[in-house]
């Protein structure tokens, strides 16, 4: 019933074994994937219950407009008018969700 670091932490702490004889805790889970180990996933309730999924990024994101770094340099000098910003913030998306709307328009 135990997990095994557990196991691994008590096998050094009776000194049954040294530090150079074990292997971490990390291989002993990898060994239970590759199935080199009489014991499956299953066995250990811990590692079922922890959520291991990585945190995928997108590579191919869809752009949705023109960034604002790409704007024309004039335009950076804020030197004429008309030239608006605009922010949008989103609630949860969904269809009644309300959305708040800055526009700015300024001049140095």
């Avoid at 932490?9 to 004889?21: D, I, P, T, V």
């Avoid at 990390?26 to 066995?43: H, P, S």
């Avoid at 770094?69 to 309300?98: A, N």
Wanted: proline share 2%; net charge positive; glycine share 6%.
């Amino acid at each position: 019933g135990w997990s095994l670091d557990v196991c691994a932490n008590r096998s050094l702490a009776a000194g049954e074994f040294s530090h150079c004889q074990t292997v971490c805790t990390r291989t002993l889970y990898n060994y239970v994937d590759q199935g080199l180990m009489t014991i499956k996933n299953y066995d250990l309730p811990e590692k079922l219950k922890r959520n291991t999924k990585l945190h995928h990024v997108r590579q191919n994101r869809k752009k949705l407009g023109q960034s604002i770094e790409e704007r024309p340099k004039e335009i950076e000098q804020r030197s004429e008018f008309g030239h608006w910003e605009c922010d949008l913030v989103l609630g949860h998306k969904t269809k009644d969700d309300q959305v708040l709307l800055t526009l700015s328009e300024r001049m140095s």
